[in-house]
């Protein structure tokens, strides 16, 4: 348990704190050094990982010894193990990508590195049971998050940032993971706006899946010269299918995307999230892409978008955990993509740091409990299969249909109550089928894509009842479609039920800050079936985040602000905001 006595005391080390937070009033970094460094995701970081943070310090620095030898460990912090009995160590020792020591004498073997938090906040690293990190990372052009920028000048101040490490001429890009309702403005940035921001390089801004978007001068001259109609203030109209955000996409996909800005784009995404803190992806695959300007910013190739992230794994730049899951939605009761798909993978199949998952988000294209639907067909041979199968609930009927369909699989043809399944989102699930999916011994992944763009009064999901329930519960972004991936945004929705445009939408429904974290890390373990993960215990692996701020005390404005200083995977070290 922690002793106040090994936290900082000395006059000089306080009155360090207190001089600068005197320059920073968001938990000793600015929000304006905040978002040039979540920008700059080009520059260079630990192990050749660009740095999220890069322009970010703490309030004290962080102090560093006998670096030397395999293993590391950390004193003198706040360290919240997770371990379900609430503690909270002040040291953690690491050797051999395992923690060996947690306690208040924690040191490694054999010599190494001693970091001294001083009094700083450490976590175990985030797991992300629900994303589209491989999407993120085949983007076209220089993808940069907009999901932390609050304003039109912000997004202009994040866009710059990102240009300074851009080469002139390159394409800056942001497609999904934002919505204009988190800017104060509640609209696009046009494009004199953009122009300001970024004079020379050209810029696309896409909301969602399917736009609306917006471009500047030099992005408009691109897009009018491939028949796409771009408005005088640089608007660019959405919608599903053949749009002008469809054309938009295709084109820069086609002219931009090789195996090399591939790779460079999963580095920047891995790196993303790492300077969050997420040290694990449950990656949940990509509509099929068909070749043409139908494909949205959710398509993909399924069969080959996992190269970049596995060249990265074989350089050993991967830097974070990538568990696979393979998505399919055929449309007959043959179903057979996924016929194919399982007489050729292997679940759960892998290492450390890559490892293949279930099937999932779709695992047929219509959700029916028909039993000679494709829908009952698929979910027939998953379970027979015995993989791990994982669908979403958006609407507040598809839940019903989801769960009516697995209780007839279940009862026909194969148990499936040791396999784990899963829904997502679920915003309007009802306690009566919580309770259902609970005897078949599911789980619920629940995400605060509400955040966004959700209403009230009651916008869900119902985050209270479902963890009241005891069903298996975790938390995940959905990020970066109609989601941001940030974490600290997904908490801040759970615990306040407050969107980005600050309305109240999810009232009685809130849970803690100690329930949400748990949900993000131990709970997390079940949903990946990885039980050496999620918390800092003696012999599982060595995944943990130091933060910018303390988690349980900051207000909940701030708690939108958090992200990590350094954050260790596997005793390694993959992301270094400047603080060592």
Not at 157 to 183: C, K, M, Y
């Amino acid at each position: 348990m922690c002793d106040e006595s090994d936290f900082p005391t000395s006059e000089s080390e306080n009155q360090a704190t207190a001089d600068d937070k005197d320059d920073s009033s968001e938990g000793g970094l600015s929000r304006r050094k905040f978002l040039a460094g979540a920008a700059a995701a080009g520059a260079a970081g630990v192990l050749g990982v660009p740095s999220i943070a890069a322009a970010a310090g703490p309030r004290l620095p962080l102090q560093v010894s006998e670096v030397s030898g395999g293993s590391l460990t950390l004193v003198n912090g706040r360290i919240h193990t997770m371990d379900g009995s609430g503690t909270v160590a002040r040291s953690v020792a690491i050797d051999n990508g395992r923690f060996t020591s947690v306690d208040n004498g924690a040191r490694g073997g054999g010599g190494g590195s001693v970091i001294n938090l001083r009094g700083r906040t450490v976590v175990p690293g985030i797991i992300d049971n629900h994303n589209h990190i491989v999407l993120m990372g085949n983007r076209p052009g220089f993808h940069t998050p907009l999901e932390n920028a609050n304003s039109i000048a912000e997004v202009q101040e994040t866009l710059a940032a990102r240009a300074s490490d851009v080469p002139a001429g390159e394409w800056i890009t942001t497609i999904g993971g934002f919505h204009i309702n988190q800017f104060d403005e509640q609209r696009f940035p046009n494009l004199d706006e953009l122009d300001e921001a970024l004079p020379d390089h050209p810029v696309y801004i896409s909301q969602s899946f399917a736009g609306p978007s917006t471009t500047n001068t030099l992005g408009k001259t691109f897009f009018e010269a491939r028949g796409v109609t771009v408005g005088a203030d640089g608007s660019i109209a959405g919608g599903f299918g053949d749009s002008p955000t469809g054309r938009a996409t295709f084109a820069l996909r086609q002219e931009l995307l090789t195996p090399e800005t591939r790779r460079r784009g999963a580095i920047d995404a891995m790196a993303y999230g790492a300077g969050l803190g997420v040290t694990t992806h449950l990656d949940q695959g990509a509509f099929q892409s068909v070749g043409n300007s139908s494909d949205g910013a959710a398509s993909e190739d399924n069969y080959t978008m996992h190269i970049p992230f596995l060249e990265l794994y074989r350089s050993g730049d991967l830097g974070t955990r990538l568990r696979i899951n393979f998505l399919h939605r055929d449309t007959d009761a043959s179903i057979p993509t996924l016929t194919e798909r399982i007489k050729n993978q292997f679940p759960f199949f892998g290492g450390d740091m890559v490892k293949t998952g279930g099937i999932g988000e779709f695992i047929a294209q219509d959700v029916s409990s028909d039993p000679a639907s494709p829908f009952v067909a698929a979910a027939r041979l998953i379970a027979e299969s015995g993989w791990r199968a994982e669908v979403h609930s958006l609407s507040g009927t598809d839940f019903q249909t989801e769960i009516q369909a697995w209780e007839f699989v279940n009862a026909n043809h194969a148990d499936i109550t040791d396999l784990r399944w899963v829904i997502a989102h679920v915003p309007f699930i009802t306690e009566d089928y919580v309770d259902r999916l609970k005897t078949l011994g599911g789980g619920l992944s629940l995400t605060g894509w509400r955040y966004l763009a959700g209403s009230g009064p009651a916008a869900g999901p119902p985050f209270r009842m479902i963890v009241d329930n005891g069903i298996n519960v975790g938390m995940s972004s959905d990020g970066m479609q109609i989601a941001p991936m940030n974490p600290w945004l997904h908490m801040y929705y759970a615990t306040t039920g407050i969107n980005s445009s600050g309305d109240l939408i999810n009232d009685g429904q809130q849970i803690t800050r100690e329930e949400v974290l748990r949900l993000y890390t131990a709970d997390n373990a079940w949903f990946i079936g990885e039980d050496d993960l999620g918390s800092i215990e003696v012999g599982k692996h060595a995944d943990l985040v130091v933060l910018s701020d303390d988690y349980f005390a900051v207000s909940d404005e701030e708690l939108k602000d958090l992200h990590s200083v350094l954050t260790v995977v596997g005793g390694r070290v993959v992301h270094d905001a400047g603080a060592l």
